[in-house]
């Protein structure tokens, strides 16, 4: 060892590090920095992800599996006719899905859609001996809000849906924008003057000699506090950001409960269908008085409509062993139990990050008597904690 004259940062007295040595300090005591905050982030990351990826796989399984069973049911109950109309249920499913995934659909503008398209065919059926034009059937579906043809059904699902919907898509983008800022806030570049503290604090003593003394713990906590001050910050921002999501987990749970709203849209739409069949009679004379009397098909054609469209058909429900498993495999209930949890073990992560990897077993800061450990200039006691 020898006199340290020519050191930029280590101590200048006795040393045993050239200025190579100390240069190849500075960049290891930057890598070593880094790879502590990914590796503590990763865990984190990891967890946002796979997170998602398992709501975002739930979701959309579920909505496949309420289309196939309304499929299934309604091609047993209502046959041909209902395949010549398909396309409207398809449709609707079609739109559900562009929303969830992120497109620019108004739900209640969509759903009102689907009932006037749906009340137009339905009108057609429970009439067959008429004949109806366009610009009619643009006039009874003017009548779905004031006759209410469907009974309950379109408002309350309406409410359903689009609280539900709204919900199930914000909470996966919630975790894939956490999931992405955590990847992004934990690649860190010291600045120059954290990379000097880094050296002073990791490799300095190495040039001293004192290879196995570890850094005091308060020095090593002030040192990792200045180098993450901007990730400190954003704790704050990150808290609301984290209570937010859990807020929109109970809702989830409770009455936006998108589970408890796709499972039974078939039966909920079938009982707006037989609403409209019983009360058909009173709907199309309102119709008729508001729109005007339709003029009536030729008798032949008239009695071939009627015998085609005998539209008599009564829904049978499922037996609840005949139903679709639940989707993904899982519940949504336990998903968000799972996710709850997660959640509230991720707050305040950024602040507790400088304490968390001094902690950390490659430092082993945490286990160095007081009086042992490398305070910046000297084996001893951290003084200005």
């Known amino acids: 060892c020898f ?20 240069e190849k300090y500075s960049q290891q005591s930057k890598h070593d ?4 905050v990914v590796e503590l982030s990763n865990h984190l990351q990891t967890m946002f992800s796979s997170r998602y990826k398992k709501f975002d796989e739930f ?20 046959g041909r006719l209902y395949m010549q109309n398909s396309e409207l249920f398809k449709d609707l499913f079609v739109e559900l899905k562009r929303y969830y995934v992120g497109g620019s659909v108004n739900l209640e503008e969509m759903l009102n859609e689907f009932w006037a398209r749906l009340l137009e065919r339905m009108f057609r059926l429970v009439n067959p001996q008429y004949h109806f034009t366009d610009e009619y059937l643009e006039c009874v579906s003017k009548y779905t809000e004031q006759l209410k043809p469907f009974g309950d059904v379109p408002r309350k699902l309406k409410l ?13 983008q919630g975790l894939a924008v956490a999931r992405d800022v955590v990847s992004k806030v934990s690649a860190v570049n010291p600045t120059p003057q954290g990379t000097r503290a880094l050296l002073k604090m990791m490799y300095c003593p190495y040039c001293r000699g004192l290879v196995s003394v570890k850094p005091c713990y308060n020095y090593c906590f002030n040192v990792m506090r200045g180098c993450l001050a901007n990730q400190g910050d954003l704790d704050a921002e990150w808290n609301i950001f984290i209570d937010s999501m859990l ?14 709203v796709m499972d039974p849209i078939d039966v909920k739409i079938s009982d707006a269908i037989m609403n409209m069949q019983e009360n058909s009679m009173q709907v199309s004379q309102k ?23 005998s539209f008599t058909a009564r829904f049978r429900p499922y037996n609840p062993e005949e139903r679709p498993t639940t989707a993904a495999g899982t519940s949504l209930d336990r998903l968000v139990t799972d996710v709850k949890e997660k959640l509230k073990q991720a707050k305040k992560f950024w602040s507790s990050l400088p304490g968390n990897i001094c902690n950390d077993e490659k430092m082993s800061v945490g286990t160095v008597n ?8 000297a084996k001893s006691r951290f003084g200005h904690a």
């Open 3 to 22: 006199s340290g004259d020519h050191l930029k940062v280590c101590s200048q007295g006795y040393t045993c590090c050239s200025q190579e040595m100390e």
């Open 33 to 36: 920095f880094r790879n502590a």
């Open 59 to 78: 979701f959309k399984e579920l909505l496949e599996n309420a289309e196939k069973s309304l499929n299934d049911m309604f091609v047993r109950t209502y």
């Open 160 to 172: 359903q849906v689009t609280r539900a919907f709204v919900a199930a898509r914000t909470f996966t």
């Open 247 to 260: 807020l929109v987990a109970e809702r989830l749970e409770g009455p936006f409960n998108i589970e408890a």
């Open 287 to 309: 119709v008729f008085q508001g729109c005007g009397q339709p003029k009536t098909l030729a008798q032949g054609r008239s009695a071939r409509a009627v015998s085609e469209s």
């Open 370 to 377: 007081e009086n042992e450990c490398w305070n910046g200039s």
